[in-house]
């Protein structure tokens, strides 16, 4: 059973998860605080696993919150608001939902909560495992901040170098911050279907839906799945139609 608080300034948002917790026997919920500044206070004294973390409150944001812990439980965001969803997944967040939270996708982030409560603590200092089948579905374990990930191939769109570390672009316009180089990366995905298209950038290339050249310097590529595009330079966007052109 995970332990888990509730840190939300909206009485009726609180009652709402409140309600959502209740329906699942492996969470208990043991407190909850009406403001960040209450939440840092509760979060230290009763260690939970696990916090449903609201956004924007007075006085302190829930990001604000978080650095203010210095070993955070596991973080769910539950806001309204969806421009968030980047930084959420920046700070290693098991999940984000937005409100009204239904009881079905509530349901899955109970599944994800448990799932991560039984990973490693910390990143394994070795590379990334070679990718393996799981269900029928070649999977990626991959090394993130507390502990490690295990990734559907077919659900990373793209990979950006970001720093050290490499941000894996999924499916549902989800993001997942590996602790590794892009280039520690490139040897344990298949290429076709993946192209590095110059030195921070990965595509996915079953996934493009559209490519589209806005001028000299800069062409966007839409991906089946996310509704966000990516911007390639000269040299991306060259390396693209080479093998575009090799594969039509």
Same mark, same amino acid.
């Given at each position: 059973? !995970?332990?888990?608080?509730?840190?939300?300034?909206?009485?009726?948002?609180?009652?709402?998860?409140?309600?959502?917790?209740?329906?699942?026997?492996?969470?208990?919920?043991?407190? #909850?605080?009406?403001?960040? *500044?209450?939440?840092?206070? +509760?979060?230290?004294?009763?260690?939970? %696993?696990?916090?449903?973390?609201?956004? #924007?409150?007075?006085?302190? %944001?829930?990001?604000?919150?978080?650095?203010?812990?210095?070993?955070?439980?596991?973080?769910?965001?539950?806001?309204?608001?969806?421009?968030? *969803?980047?930084?959420?997944?920046?700070?290693?967040?098991? %999940?984000?939902?937005?409100?009204?939270? #239904?009881?079905?996708?509530?349901?899955?982030?109970?599944?994800? !909560? !448990?799932?991560?409560?039984?990973?490693?603590?910390?990143?394994?200092?070795?590379?990334?495992?070679?990718?393996?089948?799981?269900?029928?579905? *070649?999977?990626?374990?991959?090394?993130?901040?507390?502990?490690?990930?295990?990734?559907?191939?077919?659900?990373?769109?793209?990979? #950006?170098? %970001?720093?050290?570390? *490499?941000?894996?672009?999924?499916?549902?316009?989800?993001?997942?911050?590996?602790?590794?180089?892009?280039?520690?990366?490139?040897?344990?995905?298949?290429?076709?279907?993946?192209?590095?298209?110059?030195?921070? !950038?990965? +595509?996915?290339?079953?996934?493009?839906?559209?490519?589209?050249?806005?001028?000299?310097?800069?062409?966007?590529?839409?991906?089946?799945?996310?509704?966000?595009?990516?911007?390639?330079?000269?040299?991306?966007?060259?390396? +693209?139609?080479?093998?575009?052109?090799?594969?039509?």
């Amino acid at each position: 059973m !995970l332990r888990v608080v509730t840190v939300d300034d909206e009485r009726a948002s609180r009652e709402a998860v409140g309600r959502l917790i209740a329906r699942h026997p492996m969470l208990q919920l043991v407190g #909850q605080a009406t403001s960040a *500044a209450a939440g840092v206070a +509760l979060i230290a004294r009763l260690r939970p %696993d696990a916090v449903f973390l609201d956004v #924007q409150m007075a006085g302190m %944001d829930g990001f604000r919150l978080l650095a203010q812990v210095p070993d955070p439980p596991m973080v769910v965001f539950v806001t309204a608001h969806a421009a968030y *969803a980047t930084h959420a997944f920046d700070v290693e967040a098991v %999940d984000f939902l937005l409100k009204p939270v #239904q009881p079905e996708r509530f349901a899955r982030t109970v599944r994800r !909560l !448990l799932k991560h409560r039984t990973m490693p603590a910390t990143p394994s200092p070795e590379a990334p495992e070679r990718p393996r089948l799981e269900a029928g579905r *070649a999977t990626l374990a991959v090394p993130i901040l507390r502990g490690t990930r295990i990734v559907p191939i077919d659900d990373i769109l793209a990979i #950006q170098a %970001d720093g050290d570390d *490499a941000r894996m672009c999924l499916a549902g316009d989800e993001a997942c911050l590996v602790r590794r180089s892009i280039g520690g990366l490139v040897p344990l995905l298949p290429a076709p279907p993946f192209l590095r298209v110059d030195r921070s !950038l990965i +595509l996915h290339t079953g996934r493009i839906a559209g490519v589209e050249a806005i001028n000299r310097d800069r062409t966007r590529v839409t991906l089946a799945g996310s509704a966000t595009p990516l911007s390639l330079g000269r040299t991306g966007a060259a390396t +693209l139609r080479q093998f575009l052109r090799r594969a039509s």
